[in-house]
């Protein structure tokens, strides 16, 4: 049955006109006429695609970010780390040169005047060469010490002791000591690292000089530590005047490093980094005055990470086909049964009811189409019947028969769930199947055409139950007492005055149609009424039916009218019962059914 819209909608103008007719268009060529297989993968491919895009959006800018956040901030503490260690291993050689520079017995060395050079001799074995090689044992990293003094009086052994000659007082160290005024100059020289510190505990010359010491460093200071890390990425670290020393990694890659010195404008900080194809540079200066710098491929710390990423992309691609050819199977198989029921139906209509076509099953489809085998079983025996009795009271349980199989009502009820599953509704489709199923079942029965009134009322029930989902327009109540449970009537009684109501007492608006099914018990009878708050009766179809028992209001083509139902409830219990028609207080109409009632269940 198809849904009534009195309504008459005003073409809408300019670009709402135009959205409007896109937007009817894009409805019916995808949500109606579209086949059940392609909207399934219409469906699947949105589905899939809607976490395809939230996942790679989520790693575009949240995933791979925190990521390259994560591990930059982490690089910068490794770093950090180690500016401290150095620090600390820096101020144990610090310490060492104060325990140095406190020796009395060196300061009374270096500072004597030397008349004999068997006295320097003496003095040199006494406490340069012993002191100061015993210092050298404290640890293995340290490769000797040296003293730059300007003293005439003591041979220098360029080892152990050496003269601020010219080439000193050129150097960097010297610069930094008495120009800068520095407390100490650390640098790295000739492959070692070079800490000078002025001896200023004596001053004996007048021009403002002082002995210095050197300490001269194995480099491996530097690069134990980072070597045992194990994270990735080419290290070095500088001194003040640009030297350089290559803690790890790819010493050439310096040079990618020297094009950026210029940024490195604080104590510590990052240069690039923005996303994982950009190089990244961590730097950190220590408190000597030495700058940690490392360059980091961000490719080299996530390459595990995407691995893994590229491995579930290949496992969502492969899932996403094994579940395409999946709903494709699955689409073909409810396909191919819809269009089979539809098929067998359609011989049903035509009169072919021997037709016997298997769709196998025990869902919804295949209950429906075992019902249909047994209905047109039953269609076929009651034909034949027909034809060899010829009695009306046959030919009435013929049309009877044929109502409950209503080729017209089961289409729309199969159209409707169609359109329910098109739009994803699966649990009003289910409703609409179950309740179909119920129907007819109720409709077959056991073969009698007598029942009681509660197989009428959920018959009746499971018609509305459908209607009301094909219908927005209709509200219905049905209140039968229990002591009207063991009422007997014909079979088939409720429903087509109902039906009646539904196709002729409609107003010509959207106004909801109210139907209310009521009874009582009177003595010997069971009366069961009908009222609408619809167009009611005319004047003459109530006198027509007065005088003929017959009304012309164009009930439908099975002849389950209120006419039919009337002479089949007086062929069945007799002239003194049948049904009666008028117009209530609200101007709809009222059917009143009576029935005979002895009590019996």
Partial sequence: MTRKNSEKSKAPKGVY????????????????????????????????????????????????????????????????????????????????????????????????????????????????????????????????????????????????????????????????LFIDMKPRYIALEDGVISYYR????????????????????????????????????????????????TLQGNSGRFAEIESHLGQIDSNKGIIGGRSFNEQVIVYEKTSFGWTVVKLIEPTSFFSEAIYVRNAVSFSLVICAAVLMVFILVISRWLTVRTKMLTQKIEEIKNGNYDSKMPIYGK????????????????????????????????????????????????????????????????????????????????????????????????????????????????????????????????????QPIVENALKHAMHDTEQILHIHVHGYLEGPRAIIIVDDDGVGFSVGQLEEYEKSRTIKVGEFGSGMGISNVDRRIRLRFGEDFGVSISNNSSGGARIIIEVPYTGFE
């Fill in 17 to 176: 006109a135009r959205t409007s007719a896109t937007f009817k268009e894009l409805y019916y060529n995808v949500l109606v006429n579209m086949k059940i297989r392609n909207k399934l993968l219409l469906s699947f491919f949105s589905l899939m695609a809607l976490p395809l895009v939230i996942s790679l959006v989520t790693n575009l800018f949240i995933i791979n970010p925190l990521m390259m956040k994560n591990t930059v901030t982490l690089e910068q503490n490794s770093i950090s780390q180690y500016c401290r260690d150095l620090e600390y291993k820096i101020g144990l050689y610090d310490t060492m040169q104060q325990m140095i520079i406190g020796d009395k017995e060196i300061n009374k060395s270096l500072s004597r005047q030397y008349t004999s050079s068997l006295d320097v001799v003496y003095a040199y074995y006494d406490h340069f060469n012993v002191i100061i090689d015993n210092y050298a044992r404290y640890n293995s990293n340290l490769k000797h010490l040296t003293v730059y003094l300007d003293n005439d009086s003591i041979l220098y052994d360029n080892f152990y002791l050496k003269p601020q000659d010219g080439e000193f007082l050129a150097s960097d160290a010297y610069r930094a």
């Fill in 198 to 245: 002025k001896m200023n505990y004596y001053h004996y010359d007048g021009d403002g000089r002082y002995p210095v010491l050197r300490m001269n460093i194995l480099t491996q200071e530097l690069s134990a530590q980072v070597a045992e890390s194990g994270s990735p990425g080419d290290m070095f670290i500088m001194d003040g005047s640009g030297n350089h020393y």
């Fill in 363 to 494: 869902d919804e489809i295949g209950e429906a189409s075992l019902a249909l085998d047994d209905l047109s079983s039953e269609l076929k025996n009651l034909i034949d019947s027909v034809y060899k009795s010829g009695l009306e009271n046959q030919k009435l349980e013929l049309d009877v028969m044929q109502a409950k199989i209503n080729p017209h009502f089961l289409y729309n009820t199969l159209s409707a769930m169609d359109w329910f599953l098109q739009k994803n509704d699966v649990k009003t489709s289910q409703i609409l199947l179950n309740s179909m199923v119920l129907f007819y079942r109720c409709s077959l029965g056991s073969g009698s055409d007598v029942v009681s009134i509660t197989d009428e009322v959920t018959h009746l029930r499971m018609y509305l139950n459908i209607e009301e989902r094909l219908l927005d327009n209709i509200a219905s109540q049905i209140d039968i007492p229990d002591e009207m449970l063991g009422v007997r009537m014909v079979r088939m009684t409720l």
